[in-house]
C-alpha cells in the first residue's frame, strides 16, 4: 500500500483533500517523536551498560524508564503508518477487487477499524485517569506513569482522526468510482511502490521498465 497525493477537482474531494493536509503535520511530528524516543532509548541503554559494566554504577530506575517509553514508540506513529498505508494488511482477497466492490470492501474494513480504536480510545484515557487521580508510580524508581499512559489516548485520537478521514475518501469513491483517490491508500504493484518510495527519498523521477533517461551512449 502507497499513498497517492492528487489534485481534486469535486467539492467533496477538496474537502478530504484539505483535512488530511491538516492533519498530516500532527502525524509526522508524533512519529518524529516516537523516532526520538528510540533514539534516546538507544543511549539510555548504551549509557547503561557502560557504567554498569566499566564504573559499576548503573542507572536508577533503568528499567522503569524503559517500561515508561514504550508507549511513545509503540504508539505515536500509528497515524503517521496509517496514512502511509504501512501497518500489515491481508490482500489476498481485497487485492482482486476492483472498483465499487473495493471501495466497499475498504469502507467495511475502515468501520470495523474506527470501532476497534474508538473503545480503546475510551478504555486508554480511563487507565490514565485512574493512574493520575491515584497517583500511580513504578515500582522501582516510583516514576509518575500517567504521562505515559496519557501518550496512549492521544496517539489513538489521531488515528482515529485518519481513519476517518480515509472512510470519507472510501465514501467519495464508492459513490463515484471514476474520481481520483484522494486520502486515501491504495493498492500498488510491488514495482510501482518501489518507484514511489524511490521518489519520496529520493526526489528522482525512476524510468518505467523499457524507458530511457534520453541519453544515447554514442
Avoid at 564504573?55 to 524508564?65: F, H, Q, T, V
Wanted: hydrophobic share 50%; charged share 15%; glycine share 8%.
Amino acid at each position: 500500500m502507497t499513498f497517492l497525493p492528487v489534485t481534486p477537482t469535486d467539492s467533496a474531494g477538496i474537502a478530504i483533500d484539505a483535512a488530511d493536509r491538516k492533519l498530516s503535520p500532527f502525524e509526522d511530528s508524533l512519529n518524529l517523536i516516537a523516532a526520538f524516543a528510540i533514539l534516546l532509548l538507544m543511549l539510555l541503554g548504551t549509557s547503561q551498560i557502560f557504567l554498569r559494566s566499566v564504573l559499576n554504577s548503573p542507572i536508577a530506575g533503568y528499567i522503569d524508564l524503559v517500561e515508561l517509553s514504550m508507549a511513545s514508540m509503540a504508539f505515536l506513529g500509528a497515524a503517521y503508518c496509517q496514512r502511509l498505508g504501512a501497518h500489515i494488511r491481508m490482500e489476498l482477497l481485497i487485492g482482486m477487487l476492483q472498483g465499487r466492490a473495493l471501495w466497499l470492501a475498504e469502507i467495511l474494513g475502515t468501520l470495523a477499524a474506527l470501532g476497534i480504536i474508538g473503545v480503546l480510545i475510551w478504555y486508554s484515557w480511563g487507565h490514565f485517569l485512574r493512574a493520575f487521580q491515584l497517583g500511580d508510580t513504578t515500582i522501582d524508581a516510583e516514576y509518575p506513569v500517567w504521562p505515559s499512559k496519557l501518550l496512549v489516548p492521544i496517539a489513538f485520537s489521531f488515528w482515529f482522526l485518519r481513519l476517518f478521514i480515509q472512510l470519507l475518501g472510501y465514501v467519495r469513491l464508492f459513490l463515484k468510482p471514476e474520481l481520483e483517490p484522494v486520502g486515501v491508500t491504495r493498492i500498488m504493484a510491488a514495482a510501482d511502490q518501489a518507484r514511489e518510495e524511490i521518489h519520496e527519498v529520493l526526489g528522482d523521477d525512476v524510468p518505467e521498465p523499457g524507458e530511457t533517461d534520453g541519453k544515447s551512449d554514442t
